[in-house]
């Protein structure tokens, strides 16, 4: 009995101790980040461990030790810690209160923001071109049509994503480039796609046919600077109109997975091209990348 609880006592010094370097080393490196999370913590998706760990100041917290102790523990403990909570804070120091068009520095540095935390090449421009604006409001799209005769009962792959995004309807037209076509690339282009304001974009009075074929089906990044979610795009049609207040629409799968409100309401994200000459990054969800956090 008395060699099981010395054993337990140099287990909970050692994990302590370890806790105690890991927490400060932490806080060392991610002041401000940990501090706008204890601020926001709604926002902050963290596990329970890496909240423990992270919301208390270094040298001021005590700990109590559960029934159940491994001895590796203290070197899992930086996973719980969600990296989207990184994100989010990094992004709420760049990104306007307001939802107005960006700096070129605010631009760069999220971009800087884009490589860490998805290890993508994601920009404002690309090859001399850029859209009217990077950050911007987002409204819900219709399905597209991707071949002549398409309809709501035919469109859908499975009976899941039929009874999630049937609802949302299909546009009585095409899209701004046509038809999407039948074969799996098609498919995916047409499920995520957004509209953007090509047609205020720089330079499209004189120079609109160079532009139309360079924003076809143009890959694009689009982040929910609320949440850190992340999804790579095409952009697939051309509006919305500038009088409705929303400066691009994205399609029903791209709307909640990003978890933006739709109907005619609108929310904020940030979208720049993705720099990907080589088509190697698949359009959908992108998760995050092992950044260095």
């Not at 939802?99 to 994601?122: C, H, T, W």
């Not at 819900?140 to 859908?156: N, P």
């Not at 899941?160 to 309807?169: C, E, I, L, M, V």
């Not at 109907?263 to 990907?276: A, E, S």
Request: glycine letters at 10%; zero cysteines; hydrophobic letters at 35%.
């Amino acid at each position: 009995m008395g060699s099981q609880r010395a054993q337990y006592t140099h287990l909970r010094d050692r994990w302590t101790q370890q806790h105690a370097t890991l927490h400060g080393r932490l806080w060392e490196k991610h002041k401000e980040a940990l501090e706008w999370m204890q601020k926001k913590s709604q926002h902050a998706a963290v596990g329970s461990l890496g909240a423990f760990m992270l919301f208390a100041m270094p040298g001021k917290q005590e700990f109590t030790m559960p029934k159940m102790l491994t001895a590796n523990v203290s070197a899992d403990i930086g996973k719980d810690i969600d990296k989207k909570a990184f994100v989010i804070s990094d992004l709420s120091k760049i990104v306007p209160e307001t939802v107005e068009p960006l700096s070129d520095s605010e631009e760069k540095q999220i971009a800087n923001v884009f490589a860490r935390y998805y290890g993508v090449n994601a920009t404002a421009e690309l090859e001399g071109k850029r859209l009217n604006r990077s950050y911007g409001y987002i409204g819900a799209e219709q399905h597209l049509k991707r071949f002549e005769g398409d309809t709501m009962e035919g469109h859908f792959d499975n009976p899941d994503d039929a009874t999630k995004y049937y609802s949302s309807g299909m546009a009585p037209g095409r899209g701004a480039w046509g038809y999407f076509g039948t074969d799996e690339q098609a498919i995916q282009r047409e499920k995520y796609y957004i509209a953007v304001q090509s047609f205020l974009s720089p330079g499209w009075q004189g120079n609109s046919k160079e532009l139309y074929g360079f924003f076809k089906y143009r890959k694009m990044l689009v982040v929910n600077p609320q949440n850190g979610k992340a999804m790579v795009v095409v952009i697939g049609d051309a509006g919305p109109a500038a009088w409705t207040g929303k400066h691009l629409g994205g399609s029903p799968e791209v709307m909640k997975y990003l978890e933006r409100v739709d109907g005619r309401q609108k929310g904020p994200v940030l979208y720049f091209f993705l720099d990907d000459p080589d088509d190697k990054i698949p359009l959908g969800p992108l998760p995050l990348a092992d950044a260095n956090v």
